[in-house]
């Protein structure tokens, strides 16, 4: 293979210019110019840039050429510490934020990241290979199908960003050369209940859809209140007073009223809520009026691939309330609105008559639990 002439260098169409040793001239179809370099590293087959033409000549790239090869052979020292991909996702998402639908968003979005892309943070991004992306996209492409699609977006996102600012990253990784080793996920077989650890990245799953905010704010409140999914849809601004929101026994499975400590995540919930308020009375009002209809809830779980009904919630809120130091079975009991029965239960109400200082303190405990899982 010839090399490449000063005069080629300076004149070449777009595409990658070979000059021999893995030096490359890159040219985009706007006209820019820059150097790369393939090296391997161990066993690992890498790209370097070099830096801009004209200001690096083409003989000084091949000069940084030869210093790279040498250096991955171990005979000359490492070059300094670049932009690690932690680094590039923190300003992806300072680029991308005022794009994004609310802090929600860019919360949910790196979380995501620290959980199950934690072997790419400390990595130079310019290093991410293919293989990279993959060995933490395949242990949860099938068991987390939702929370795998969007993690291989947030992947891409930051490599796209990236590869904006850096010639050396000639391709995103996370792009369409890694679809051929996704196979297609299989139908999630749907459950009752999910473990409580996994409430938080549902929520986020949903929180980041594209339904609509009535119906996202309502799933969340039916998490964080461990209510009934028609108790919380047909709610009123009526019904609350300051932090305490009381269901009338009309609506509830008992027949009797039901007070509802609320956390100030709940609280949140329901300033957001008032954005959406439209004159009907209803806290998360149907875009096509009046209240959600019954299956709204259910079908947003559904179309973002969870594995849980919207009565599961309760399960999941119940299974981890019980498992909490100092938390009586009669207060996560009565948070789920369950009557205690017996004359030995009913012992438990004496005083506070539905114990609802204890279970103010238990609803905040989860709603932490559910923002920093």
Not at 77 to 104: C, I, M, S, V
């Amino acid at each position: 293979m010839s090399k490449l002439t000063a005069m080629e260098v300076a004149h070449a169409g777009p595409g990658k210019h070979s000059d021999g040793n893995g030096l490359t001239l890159v040219v985009k179809p706007s006209g820019s110019r820059s150097w790369v370099v393939r090296y391997h590293d161990g066993s690992r087959r890498r790209d370097r840039g070099l830096g801009a033409f004209p200001d690096v000549t083409l003989a000084e790239a091949r000069r940084r050429a030869e210093s790279v090869h040498a250096g991955a052979a171990g005979i000359a020292p490492k070059p300094a510490q670049r932009l690690t991909f932690a680094e590039a996702a923190r300003q992806a998402h300072d680029h991308y934020g005022q794009q994004w639908r609310g802090e929600n968003t860019a919360r949910d979005t790196w979380r995501r990241l620290e959980r199950h892309a934690a072997p790419l943070m400390s990595m130079p991004v310019a290093d991410v290979q293919r293989g990279d992306v993959l060995a933490v996209l395949l242990p949860i492409w099938h068991d987390k199908p939702a929370a795998a699609k969007r993690l291989r977006q947030d992947i891409r996102r930051v490599l796209g960003w990236a590869a904006a600012h850096d010639a050396s990253i000639l391709s995103n990784e996370a792009g369409e050369v890694i679809s051929a080793a996704l196979t297609r996920q299989r139908p999630k077989r749907h459950r009752d209940a999910v473990p409580a650890a996994d409430v938080p990245e549902l929520l986020a799953i949903v929180r980041d859809s594209d339904s609509g905010d009535a119906a996202k704010l309502c799933l969340e409140w039916v998490a964080l209140t461990a209510c009934r999914s028609g108790e919380a849809r047909e709610m009123t601004w009526a019904e609350i007073s300051g932090d305490v929101w009381t269901v009338p026994a009309e609506r509830t499975k008992q027949g009797r009223s039901h007070r509802v400590p609320l956390s100030r995540r709940a609280l949140d919930v329901l300033a957001e809520a008032r954005k959406l308020d439209d004159g009907s009375g209803y806290v998360f009002p149907s875009p096509r009026g009046g209240s959600l209809h019954g299956a709204t809830l259910l079908k947003l779980l559904r179309e973002n691939c969870t594995g849980s009904s919207v009565h599961g919630l309760r399960a999941s809120f119940r299974g981890w309330a019980l498992a909490q130091p100092g938390v009586s079975w009669a207060a996560a009991e009565l948070a789920l609105a369950h009557s205690l029965g017996s004359d030995t239960a009913q012992a438990y109400l004496r005083g506070d008559a539905d114990l609802l200082d204890e279970r103010r303190d238990l609803m905040q405990r989860w709603a932490d639990y559910l923002d920093g899982c």
